[in-house]
């Protein structure tokens, strides 16, 4: 068995529309069930919005990730899922968040919006260095977990 630990790192596009009240319901829906699954799978990572894309961290052995990471990725609320980092790592970084969150408010997702348009959107430009060291960087401010 594969005990190795791996990091996944991906952005994508919000196709979840509707006033703030629509949007924030449909993110709460995802938060609650990401903690509520990732714990299960012994999952950990973070979640980053800015109105217009989603970044997310995962954490956890390959197997687990490749599983979750396939429901996801159909998940019609968020289009366009590009992969920045698929990678090997010693420990994890949000080892007690089955998702931390990070709001449009945040000083996070200001960064965030920041790196995507320094990159112009264009995904080749990015790292997910990038947005895991946003994450990292703020993980204090991150929304508590419920889980
Ligand atoms: C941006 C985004 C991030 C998501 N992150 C997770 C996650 O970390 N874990 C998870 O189980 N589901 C996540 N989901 C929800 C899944 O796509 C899917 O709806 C859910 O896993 C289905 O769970 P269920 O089979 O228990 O109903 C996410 C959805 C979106 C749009």
């Known amino acids: 068995m594969n005990d190795q630990l791996y990091r996944l790192v ?17 993110i709460e829906k995802i938060l609650s069930v990401s903690r509520k699954n990732n714990a299960i799978a012994n ?9 217009g ?36 790592m010693a420990e994890r970084r949000f080892p007690s968040w089955s998702m931390a969150y990070f709001g449009a408010d945040s000083d996070a997702s200001a960064k965030f919006g ?11 430009l990015l790292k997910g260095n990038q947005i895991f060291d946003v994450l990292n ?8 977990s419920s889980v």
């Open 137 to 144: 960087e703020h993980l204090l401010d991150a929304e508590p």
């Open 43 to 51: 999952i950990s990572g973070a979640l980053l919005f800015n109105a």
């Open 53 to 88: 894309c989603f970044a997310q961290v995962l954490e956890g052995l390959h197997d687990d990730l490749q599983n979750s990471f396939e429901r996801i990725q159909c998940d019609s609320r968020h289009s366009n899922v590009i992969v920045l980092a698929f990678e090997k």
């Open 10 to 26: 991906y952005i994508s596009r919000n196709e979840i529309t509707g006033d703030d009240e629509t949007v924030h319901c449909e």
């Open 114 to 124: 920041d790196i995507m348009q320094q990159s112009e959107l264009d995904a080749s």
